[in-house]
């Protein structure tokens, strides 16, 4: 997803990413994020139960607004951990804080790989001197790898433009392949910027960008203990302050937008044995959430799912899926597209060429359109197909 | 599940399966069950939006509390059909109640196969007669084989014991292997009983025993347009006859839940693809409602299954699952075992032996239990692994 290989980089950023021993052979498994000044910052966590102890700390840390520093990685989620979990995360943070010279609250974290496991805080404390010491401009790609789990490729974007005057970047990286859900989705999202920005801004467009994007997303309809998104702005563009309800802001949120849903579209493409791009897009509803009930109840149908990877066009199970989320609807009213083929309405399929939906079927973009004929709100989710490689990569996962 | 292959009959009842040419080959794809006289009815149906023709036809017959035939044809579900499908659904009916001589409002119908295509009402008719002929005793295996889909074997389950002074036989019979899920629990189950009951007496004990177990089931979370659930009762036991709140009623009630359990369980282990059951008991919760919250939010994950599938010990799927079911609960109450082993309690995993636990999850039939320490409701569901096989049905199933 990274626009060409060069020019990765955020005036005021530095990034790595090293092998430290969590993962087998040379892979990559620790990555930094850090930025030359304190930068403001925002974050959006898992609603789980479970969060994982790097979550929690980071919960108490972005309280105060800035934030330096995210040290995340591979191969160990430490989420169920217990107080140990906990001890472990601050031997990491502490290390680094040291390593870096400053102050401890300063540093976030982050982890992913298997729930349940002890983090290997040694090895990671034996990694940071080689880590902070690799810190480069150009090093964003390198901490965005050391992140990657089941992931096939890297996810990278990146937006610039002129905002308040000034040239402003907002780059962005994810790591995400399975447990794609909602609140949030089931990944690890950092966007570097150098816009300089009120704190209270930043928080509002983030979560308004993350419900756009990140919130619209699902591949298998598991929550993570250890999704997060973070957003670090350093104001090192210089630009006019950016604050509430202006045209720039506005600006910064659309740019922000514009990265985040490339990310979320990579996510889902890059789902754990993803083959199809699935766009579910309900329309005419009385409510937002009755919309996105009935686009969830599609979009996390296996039964959906499996028919999208068998290129079978076997539309009734969406009708079905949609006739199984627990919504209010009229069904004489509901009408359902599928590319630009009209299939169902008025309670009866349409004379439609089953020719064309099959061939439809066997593209690698798929939309599907409701309308409930209800009202006029609406919602769009993008999911991916259910393959047999979904099974094979998480039944293969921690052994 | 049959208990032996002799002495599957119910006294004044009759069956036969035939192929009536809506499949390929000679495989069955019609059956029927036919009372001699009259019987007592009560129902349970999908509450899915798109409920099948036959399930709406059925719906206004049951209400006036008696019935006599159940004609189900495999192949073809009749549902997002229109009004056409409700037509076609009637030729049946109406072809039927004049080869039985019987009125029709007297006749139930059941369709299960492919959603959203017309059903083959001539190719049935034309089948009527010929099924009609074949009615039989013994032919109940006929009629449950003449409705199986992806079914790998026949569910058939029996009981016999002394209800109110004299013999009573309850006879179950069930298909369903995907969309299994409750509400219910997206199957066709009908069961036969010569019991003597009160209409009012029947209705409630089908509904506490389907509660108790086709409504605790789950193989994929989906919900179908064609579930449904049929007792007909035709009192030729002779027994004292069942009413409200007797021992006797209880003990018809014991018996039909035991069928109606034994049935269930044949439909997750034979659940599309299934290598595993999987018996997810979470107990200690301040309401039912949150002990099924919490145990379907288990079962229905993906990654869960398949970890079970894989036979991975990946236990932190099942506290990440648990944390995503949005009940409110206290992370520091929740203790985990599967099988005999405590693997998580006090919100840190405890220092179990992972050989052991590699081994449970060898085993074909595994436990998981939750206690959310904060109360005493309890539910159990009852799931399968997800594997390759769920996969390379449903993505081949229409076509």
């Known amino acids: 997803m990274a626009k060409g290989k060069t020019n990765i980089s955020v005036p005021g950023f530095l990034a790595n ?7 087998k052979g040379d892979e990559k498994d620790l990555g930094l994020i850090y930025s030359t000044v304190p930068a403001k910052v925002a974050a959006v966590f898992t609603k789980n139960t479970f969060k994982a102890a790097p979550l929690l700390i ?40 040291k390593e870096l010279n400053i102050k401890e609250e300063l540093i976030l974290l982050g982890s992913t790989g298997v729930i349940g496991k002890r983090l290997p805080a040694k090895k990671i404390e034996g990694g940071i001197g080689k880590l902070v010491k690799g810190l480069n401009e150009a090093g964003i790609e390198d901490a965005e790898k050391a992140m990657m789990t089941t992931d096939k490729y890297p996810k990278i974007a990146i937006r610039r433009g002129v905002v308040g005057a000034k040239d402003v970047t907002i780059c962005g990286i994810a790591k995400g392949a399975g447990m794609i859900e909602p609140n949030m989705a089931t990944l690890l999202t950092y966007v570097m910027t150098d816009a300089f920005i009120d704190a209270k801004a930043l928080n509002t467009v983030f979560h308004q960008a993350i419900n756009a994007t990140f919130n619209s997303i699902s591949v298998d309809g598991c929550m993570s203990t250890n999704d997060m998104a973070i957003i670090l702005a350093n104001g ?34 890059d789902g754990e044995g993803a083959t199809k791009f699935i766009t579910i897009a309900v329309n005419g509803a009385k409510s937002k959430s009755d919309a996105r009930m009935a686009a969830y ?12 990877f068998g290129e079978d066009p076997n539309w009734g199970r969406i009708i079905a899926a949609l006739g199984a989320s627990g919504i209010n609807v009229e069904k004489e009213k509901i009408s359902l597209s599928i590319g630009d083929l009209p299939i169902f309405s008025q309670n ?14 066997l593209q690698n973009r798929i939309e599907v359109k409701v309308d409930l004929g209800a009202g006029d709100k609406s919602y769009t989710v993008y ?13 293969e996962y921690s052994t």
Request: hydrophobic fraction near 40%; charged fraction near 20%; charge should be positive.
């Open 297 to 308: 109840s599609i979009a996390n149908s296996n039964l959906v799912k499996t028919a999208f």
């Open 383 to 395: 999911t991916s197909d259910l393959s047999h490689d979904y099974v094979k990569i998480n039944a």
């Open 58 to 97: 980071n919960e108490e840390r972005v309280k105060k607004g800035m934030a330096q520093a995210i040290i995340t990685n591979s191969g160990c989620a430490n989420a169920a951990t217990g107080r140990e979990g906990h001890r472990d995360a601050l031997i990491v943070s502490g290390a680094l804080a």
């Open 17 to 23: 990413g090293i092998s430290c021993g969590i993962k």
């Open 236 to 269: 090192m563009a210089g630009n006019n302050p950016l604050e509430k309800v202006q045209a720039r802001l506005q600006r910064f949120r659309d740019m922000l937008t514009d990265v985040l849903m490339e990310l979320c579209q990579a996510v889902v493409q």
């Open 348 to 361: 009866a399929p349409l004379n439609f060429d089953s020719g064309k939906l099959q061939a439809i079927f």
